[in-house]
């Protein structure tokens, strides 16, 4: 996030886009509703009416896979009817022209006939997100998880950029992350391509300083491999082992049938976990670790804020901390790897990652601080941007838009898109041994329109085979005011009927995302 989360309330326009907010993220959605109860502008765009559309100013349904087009729509309009930010384009940014060749032809009435947004919707909210002196851009997966991911959140930075709602209170793009300290794993080189704060592996500079600190040599420059291009190799037979910590990918993953073939191609396959899952059952060897209120540490939240972590009761059985487990395995083979105590970890942390070196476990001992903080006498950065951007001036990127990896026919006629409902989280893992909430969301379902389930002659609660290109589950039907007709939506939740059977594993060529939100699907009755 470019701002932080109570800063939302602090803006005149919120446009929200690919997020399920009030289930996804319930706590941070109360500050969008408050921000809107406050008379500030909200716009949800959304394949779904979700329960946000409630407090929205305006709900525009574009179909499923088509985000560039409607933002290249929105660009135009601002641009047609000269309602930039001229001074800060000018300034603060480069490669405006060739964005505004690329956005010519993206009319109101083109982007209607890709997405389905009503062009008088289209310029309501353009003019709207334009005129707002602060606006914010607030969105989540269902803007990265296409082949085209990558190229969404590019084309929202340009429309925040053409706006210029970036580096100033109210405004910002801001991704809503979608699962706990997944910001700090990213931030601690959680990534096959970087270091601690997305130094580049290939950095020579950056290699030499993680040598030393690590008395090693030749740490390689290489790039490694993202899960999804280990599940593919897998798949192949290159390969060989793997070592999945605190994942559930027998769930998670796409095309699941793909995933299970490629996991048991696998010669050896650890996973280090605190509860048993769908993936477990498959290992060689299963490493029990502490959860998240069993140790001390930090944990890095959505709006880069690192916050203290406390140990409130004691682990069970065997379990250890997931440091200890590999600081043991490291030794084992070969180098010897200790730490104290978290605290130690935290310090080697802050001493090793620019934008965390002013962090300190007794700075935040009360309340969290906002990285960048790069020394200890430096307050912290809520938002960022707000002199120039990390390469110097902001790049707008030209970019066009292209259709989903899969497109419906007469065999699969409707389009399936997944996610999450509020009383369950992930794979379920942890969720899922909690009665209160199996009561409220027992089991999988197949949310559709009330005139899709009269085209298909079945009513609310029969049983169903949905079936793709890659499998086949069956759930239980679920007419929804959420569903609009032709789109279906299943929770991916539930492993017994998992809604991952079904999806595309087709890649985002950058970001290697799987297309989760779009895939063409089959439903009819169940069979016996």
Same mark, same amino acid.
Request: charged share 25%.
């Given at each position: 996030?470019?701002?932080? *989360?109570?800063?939302?309330?602090?803006?005149?326009?919120?446009?929200?886009? #690919?997020?399920?907010?009030?289930?996804?993220?319930?706590?941070?959605?109360?500050?969008?509703? +408050?921000?809107?109860?406050?008379?500030?502008?909200?716009?949800?765009?959304?394949?779904?009416?979700?329960?946000?559309?409630?407090?929205?100013?305006?709900?525009? =349904?574009?179909?499923?896979?088509?985000?560039?087009?409607?933002?290249? #729509?929105?660009?135009?309009?601002?641009?047609?009817?000269?309602?930039?930010?001229?001074?800060?384009?000018?300034?603060?940014?480069?490669?405006? $022209?060739?964005?505004?060749?690329?956005?010519?032809?993206?009319?109101?009435?083109?982007?209607?006939?890709?997405?389905?947004?009503?062009?008088? $919707?289209?310029?309501?909210?353009?003019?709207?997100?334009?005129?707002?002196?602060?606006?914010?851009?607030?969105?989540?997966?269902?803007?990265?998880?296409?082949?085209?991911?990558?190229?969404?959140?590019?084309?929202?930075?340009?429309?925040?950029?053409?706006?210029?709602?970036?580096?100033?209170?109210?405004?910002?793009? %801001?991704?809503?992350?979608?699962? %706990?300290?997944?910001?700090?794993?990213?931030?601690?080189?959680?990534?096959?391509?970087?270091?601690?704060?997305?130094?580049?592996?290939?950095?020579?500079?950056?290699?030499?300083?993680?040598?030393?600190?690590?008395?090693?040599?030749?740490?390689?420059?290489?790039?490694?491999?993202?899960?999804?291009?280990?599940?593919?190799?897998?798949?192949?037979?290159?390969?060989?082992?793997?070592?999945?910590?605190?994942?559930?990918?027998?769930?998670?993953?796409? $095309?699941?049938?793909?995933?299970?073939?490629?996991?048991?191609?696998?010669?050896?396959?650890?996973?280090?976990?605190?509860?048993?899952?769908?993936?477990?059952?498959?290992?060689?060897?299963?490493?029990?670790?502490?959860?998240?209120?069993?140790?001390?540490?930090?944990?890095?939240?959505?709006?880069?804020?690192?916050?203290?972590?406390?140990?409130?009761?004691?682990?069970?059985?065997?379990? =250890?901390?997931?440091?200890?487990?590999?600081?043991?395995?490291?030794? +084992?083979?070969?180098?010897?790897?200790?730490?104290? %105590?978290?605290?130690?970890?935290?310090?080697? *942390?802050?001493?090793?990652?620019?934008?965390?070196?002013?962090?300190?476990?007794?700075?935040?001992?009360?309340?969290? *601080?906002?990285?960048?903080?790069?020394?200890?006498?430096?307050?912290?950065?809520?938002?960022?941007?707000?002199?120039?951007?990390?390469?110097?001036?902001?790049?707008?990127?030209?970019?066009?838009?292209?259709?989903?990896?899969?497109?419906?026919?007469?065999?699969?006629?409707?389009?399936?898109?997944?996610?999450?409902?509020?009383?369950?989280?992930?794979?379920?893992?942890?969720?899922?041994?909690?009665?209160?909430?199996?009561?409220?969301?027992?089991?999988?379902?197949?949310?559709?329109?009330?005139?899709?389930?009269?085209?298909?002659?079945?009513?609310?609660?029969?049983?169903? $085979?949905?079936?793709?290109?890659?499998?086949?589950?069956?759930?239980?039907?679920?007419?929804?005011?959420?569903?609009?007709? #032709?789109?279906?939506?299943?929770?991916?939740?539930?492993?017994?009927?998992?809604?991952?059977?079904?999806?595309?594993?087709?890649?985002?060529?950058?970001?290697?995302?799987?297309?989760?939100?779009?895939?063409?699907?089959?439903?009819?009755?169940?069979?016996?």
């Amino acid at each position: 996030m470019t701002n932080t *989360i109570a800063d939302i309330e602090t803006s005149d326009m919120i446009l929200v886009t #690919g997020s399920n907010t009030t289930e996804n993220h319930p706590v941070l959605s109360s500050f969008v509703k +408050r921000a809107a109860l406050k008379g500030k502008k909200l716009y949800l765009i959304d394949p779904r009416r979700v329960k946000l559309a409630d407090h929205a100013d305006n709900w525009l =349904r574009p179909f499923p896979g088509t985000d560039i087009a409607w933002i290249n #729509g929105m660009m135009h309009v601002i641009i047609q009817e000269d309602l930039h930010d001229k001074n800060f384009i000018a300034q603060r940014t480069e490669n405006f $022209d060739a964005l505004k060749e690329t956005v010519e032809k993206y009319t109101p009435a083109y982007v209607e006939a890709i997405t389905g947004i009503k062009q008088e $919707d289209l310029i309501e909210v353009a003019r709207q997100f334009a005129n707002a002196p602060a606006a914010t851009i607030l969105y989540c997966m269902g803007i990265t998880q296409h082949t085209c991911g990558t190229d969404n959140v590019k084309s929202l930075a340009n429309l925040s950029l053409l706006c210029g709602h970036l580096g100033k209170p109210g405004g910002g793009v %801001n991704p809503l992350r979608g699962q %706990n300290n997944v910001q700090g794993a990213c931030d601690m080189g959680g990534l096959p391509n970087v270091f601690t704060a997305y130094l580049p592996v290939g950095n020579e500079e950056a290699r030499i300083k993680f040598e030393r600190a690590w008395n090693v040599t030749d740490l390689s420059p290489t790039p490694g491999l993202v899960a999804t291009e280990m599940v593919q190799k897998a798949y192949e037979g290159e390969f060989k082992s793997l070592f999945i910590i605190g994942e559930n990918p027998m769930v998670s993953d796409p $095309d699941l049938n793909h995933a299970r073939k490629a996991l048991g191609n696998l010669e050896f396959l650890v996973v280090q976990d605190i509860f048993e899952t769908e993936t477990t059952r498959m290992a060689d060897v299963v490493l029990p670790s502490f959860c998240f209120a069993e140790k001390n540490g930090t944990f890095t939240n959505s709006e880069r804020r690192v916050q203290r972590v406390r140990k409130a009761v004691d682990a069970p059985g065997e379990a =250890r901390r997931d440091w200890e487990i590999i600081c043991e395995i490291a030794t +084992r083979m070969g180098y010897e790897m200790t730490y104290e %105590n978290s605290h130690e970890i935290f310090k080697e *942390i802050a001493d090793l990652t620019p934008s965390y070196k002013g962090i300190t476990w007794e700075r935040i001992d009360q309340i969290g *601080i906002h990285w960048p903080c790069p020394s200890e006498d430096h307050a912290g950065t809520p938002i960022l941007h707000t002199a120039q951007f990390t390469r110097g001036k902001g790049l707008f990127h030209a970019i066009e838009h292209t259709p989903p990896a899969e497109q419906t026919d007469e065999e699969y006629p409707y389009i399936l898109t997944t996610g999450r409902v509020l009383y369950h989280y992930h794979t379920g893992t942890m969720t899922m041994r909690t009665d209160g909430l199996n009561r409220l969301s027992p089991e999988c379902f197949v949310e559709i329109s009330d005139k899709d389930v009269q085209k298909l002659g079945l009513d609310s609660g029969a049983m169903v $085979d949905v079936s793709s290109r890659r499998g086949k589950i069956t759930a239980k039907l679920k007419v929804s005011s959420k569903a609009v007709e #032709g789109t279906v939506f299943i929770p991916f939740h539930f492993a017994k009927a998992a809604a991952n059977v079904l999806t595309n594993g087709k890649l985002d060529p950058t970001a290697k995302i799987p297309e989760f939100k779009v895939c063409a699907i089959h439903i009819a009755p169940a069979s016996a």
